[in-house]
């Protein structure tokens, strides 16, 4: 069966301090993946999305960065937080839309 | 750029009642999505509209889309208190990016 795995769910960060967030998803090839972020009573932000091993589209300039160094695998990195990147992550993936978007459970960052 | 609208952000209704939820897209699409979020929680999908027309139901949800008007609604009826959550509409892009946007979220309270 398809499954998607993000770890870590909650994360509290001092400013400044790097991140690394990782989404690995089971049960299918070559998805699209998807970087998402929801601030506090927010909707959902497009951060970064992959068709593809090493392809990385970022949809908001930020001091965020993503890889893809594995079909089913996609990381969220930072080298250094700021108080503004706390939020809810969830990293999703499809393969055309078709059948829907998988959702993570999400990794809950505070950054202090 | 695809954007959507949702409303309202916010509703409030009694324990037996019907209501509607909008949900606007800016640009064409056929492939639209509604997700429920419990606090704290990650998305839950609801409903996949794949086509001008498209009419699914689920209890006492139903989704309906028109791809010419574009313009998603999702309809409750006699709500109970378990449908308190906040609902988002996404629509996802026609490219191979396939990227989904949403829109901003209606938290919805059903009152006894």
């Known amino acids: 069966s398809q499954t998607i795995h993000q770890w870590p769910a909650t994360l509290v960060q001092p400013v400044g301090s790097p991140l690394s967030l990782e989404c690995t998803v089971e049960g299918t090839s070559n998805p699209n993946l998807y970087w998402y972020r929801q601030a506090a009573g927010r909707g959902l932000q497009l951060l970064f999305y992959?068709?593809?091993?090493?392809?990385i589209s970022s949809e908001v300039p930020q001091n965020l960065s993503a890889s893809r160094p594995q079909d089913r695998q996609f990381i969220l990195s930072s080298k250094k937080l700021l108080l503004s990147d706390s939020g809810f992550y969830l990293c999703?993936?499809?393969?055309?839309?078709?059948?829907?978007?998988?959702f993570g459970s999400g990794t809950r960052l505070t950054v202090v | 750029e695809l954007k959507v609208e949702q409303n309202p952000l916010f509703l409030s209704m009694q324990e037996g009642k019907n209501y509607t939820i909008y949900c606007n897209y800016s640009?064409?699409?056929?492939?639209l999505y509604w997700y429920r979020q419990d606090p704290g929680k990650s998305l839950e999908s609801l409903f996949v509209?794949?086509?001008?027309?498209a009419v699914k139901q689920e209890g006492r949800l139903m989704a309906s889309l028109d791809t010419k008007a574009r313009l998603s609604t999702l309809h409750i009826t006699a709500a109970v208190h378990d449908l308190s959550a906040t609902y988002f509409c996404?629509?996802?892009?026609?490219?191979?990016?396939?990227?989904?946007?949403f829109g901003s979220g209606t938290r919805l309270l059903v009152r006894p």
């Open positions: 999703a993936w499809s393969v055309n839309g078709a059948g829907g978007y998988t």
């Open positions: 509209l794949l086509s001008n027309g």
């Open positions: 992959s068709v593809g091993i090493g392809q």
């Open positions: 640009t064409t699409s056929d492939r």
């Open positions: 996404a629509v996802s892009t026609m490219d191979s990016s396939y990227k989904l946007i």
